[in-house]
């Protein structure tokens, strides 16, 4: 491995191999993606919403339960779900300086993600499955 002469990087950081894992790019755009499509799925939950605000319980599990309401809301639910993990996580790395801690919490943030997200596509698809 040759050492670039114009590279401003210190000789201990290129010992220690430190530098981009590389793996920013890749959670930029997961945020923008997952922004973007949940403009668009907000759209169509808000609408889902407002028709379930003039249902009766045996109407909204109607409507809950027809595949062209019970997809958007899980893909809803999956979209938020992800890009509320990506958020956190920019806040968590951000703002918890002490490692330990750090890695406790973006552990939590994952599994409170992946809580609601499951919690929520379980409900949607029962209601969709008993319809």
Same mark, same amino acid.
């Given at each position: ?6 590279? /401003? ?106 809580? /609601? ?9 029962? /209601?969709?499955?008993?319809?």
């Amino acid at each position: 491995m040759h050492s670039n002469p114009h590279s /401003i990087r210190t000789p201990a950081a290129r010992v220690r191999g430190l530098g981009s894992a590389r793996s920013g790019t890749h959670h930029f755009w997961m945020t923008r993606v997952t922004g973007m499509a949940n403009v668009v799925l907000t759209l169509a939950f808000v609408m889902i919403v407002l028709m379930l605000a003039k249902a009766d319980y045996a109407g909204a599990l109607k409507i809950v339960g027809h595949p062209l309401a019970a997809i958007p809301l899980l893909l809803f639910v999956g979209s938020a779900a992800i890009h509320m993990r990506l958020g956190m996580q920019v806040i968590i790395e951000d703002y918890v300086h002490s490692e330990g801690a750090k890695v406790a919490l973006l552990m939590l943030n994952t599994f409170f993600a992946v809580a /609601i997200g499951l919690a929520s596509a379980y409900a949607i698809l029962k /209601i969709g499955f008993a319809s």
